[in-house]
Each structure stands twice: as structure tokens, then as C-alpha cells.
T-cell receptor, first 113, second 116 residues
Framework: NAGVTQTPKFRILKIGQSMTLQCAQDMNHNYMYWYRQDPGMGLKLIYYSVGAGITDKGEVPNGYNVSRSTTEDFPLRLELAAPSQTSVYFC????????????FGQGTRLTVV | AQTVTQSQPEMSVQEAETVTLSCTYDTSESDYYLFWYKQPPSRQMILVIRQEAYKQQNATENRFSVNFQKAAKSFSLKISDSQLGDAAMYFCAYRGYQGGSEKLVFGKGTKLTVNP
């Protein structure tokens, strides 16, 4: 089982550039999430999706966009990269049932210079 | 809104000793779930233990156990017989509904050091 796969693992962007962080899961999970992790700040929810075609904002959505055209994929788009978006990004997925845990990808370390 | 608070940014423990990591949360719901995740230097998030809010019995997984106090909204993690491999960041997480939307909220984490 691949689980949750994120690509790329590392990326350096220049200010103003755009990029898409890819996330795919093969567990047929309804729910998918994008978090960012900054030192000492824990994981903050950027966007989440409860199923294909449905997305919703989390705590820190500004500067990001998402789409969920299939159950498996949940890409995160950065349109105009800013230094404040330097972070480690995690994609996660879970079943709808609340007692189920979220499974995480390995993370993407993004640096904006 | 649900918030999760981990008041200990860092903790240390001697190998083979016991350590307790604190977590409190705020919610107006009666039905929800709580989790502890471990994040070693590899960055992989690993589930350690989970607790259902409707269960009074504290969850236990081998050397890991929780002290769940629903009225106090407290969910601490106890690690017994600490091992060097337990060194990691530990995150407390809350999962539940509010206003029709699902929330999975994490605390800021506690960095655990295990001294040989």
C-alpha cells in the first residue's frame, strides 16, 4: 500500500512563482486535508475536502487554492509565492468516521526566497 | 471553535522512566475523538493512541496510556519505560463536528527528549 503520497519532497521557489503540491491516496478515503507546519506552531489546517467536488477553507487558506476532482487526488496550489509560505506542508486523508485516524504523507519542505 | 493546547513545548525523561505530556482542548460538543501522534525526525506522523469521548475508560496501547478527563477537557499521554526511540515531537489532536463541518485540529506539539 502506498498510503498518502506527496510530491515533491523538497522545493525552492522564488517570490512570485507559482507551483502545485501534489497529493494522492489509494485508501479510498473521503476526507483529505492540507496542513502547514511551522516551527513551534504545530499543524495548521489550510484546506480540507470531505469528498470529490467539495472543498472548504481551514484556518490559514490565504494564498492557497485546492481542487478535488477525484477521490484520490487533492492538489494544493500556490499562486504567488511569498516568504511567509516557507514551511513544511503535509497532506493527510481519513475515512469519514470520526474514530478513524488521519494518515499523513511524508511532507513537502518548501522554501520561498 | 475547537482549540487544542499543549502547554509543554519541551520535555525530557531518563530512559526507562515515565513521562506525562499534557493536552487540553476546548469544545462545546459532547461527542468527539482525541488522538496522540508521534513525529520523529523523519517527519512521518504516526498514530500513538486514540480515545473516544463517550468512553470513560482510558485507552492503553502497550507502554502508552492516556488520562482522559472529559469534564476538565484534559487528555494527557503517559509513556512508561521510556525508550530512546520515543524521542520525537508529540501532537495532541481533536476530531469532531461543529456547525456541520468536520474539524481535525492539532496542538502545537511537545518535543520529547529521552536521555540515556
Amino acid at each position: 500500500n502506498a498510503g498518502v503520497t506527496q510530491t515533491p519532497k523538497f522545493r525552492i521557489l522564488k517570490i512570485g512563482q507559482s507551483m502545485t503540491l501534489q497529493c494522492a491516496q489509494d485508501m479510498n478515503h473521503n476526507y483529505m486535508y492540507w496542513y502547514r507546519q511551522d516551527p513551534g506552531m504545530g499543524l495548521k489546517l489550510i484546506y480540507y475536502s470531505v469528498g470529490a467536488g467539495i472543498t472548504d477553507k481551514g484556518e490559514v487558506p490565504n494564498g492557497y487554492n485546492v481542487s478535488r476532482s477525484t477521490t484520490e487526488d487533492f492538489p494544493l496550489r500556490l499562486e504567488l509565492a511569498a516568504p511567509s509560505q516557507t514551511s513544511v506542508y503535509f497532506c493527510a486523508s481519513s475515512y469519514a468516521e470520526q474514530n478513524t485516524e488521519a494518515f499523513f504523507g511524508q511532507g513537502t519542505r518548501l522554501t520561498v526566497v | 471553535a475547537q482549540t487544542v493546547t499543549q502547554s509543554q513545548p519541551e520535555m525530557s525523561v531518563q530512559e526507562a522512566e515515565t513521562v506525562t505530556l499534557s493536552c487540553t482542548y476546548d469544545t462545546s460538543e459532547s461527542d468527539y475523538y482525541l488522538f496522540w501522534y508521534k513525529q520523529p525526525p523523519s517527519r512521518q506522523m504516526i498514530l500513538v493512541i486514540r480515545q473516544e469521548a463517550y468512553k470513560q475508560q482510558n485507552a492503553t496501547e502497550n507502554r502508552f496510556s492516556v488520562n482522559f478527563q472529559k469534564a476538565a477537557k484534559s487528555f494527557s499521554l503517559k509513556i512508561s519505560d521510556s525508550q530512546l526511540g520515543d524521542a520525537a515531537m508529540y501532537f495532541c489532536a481533536y476530531r469532531g463536528y461543529q456547525g456541520g463541518s468536520e474539524k481535525l485540529v492539532f496542538g502545537k506539539g511537545t518535543k520529547l527528549t529521552v536521555n540515556p
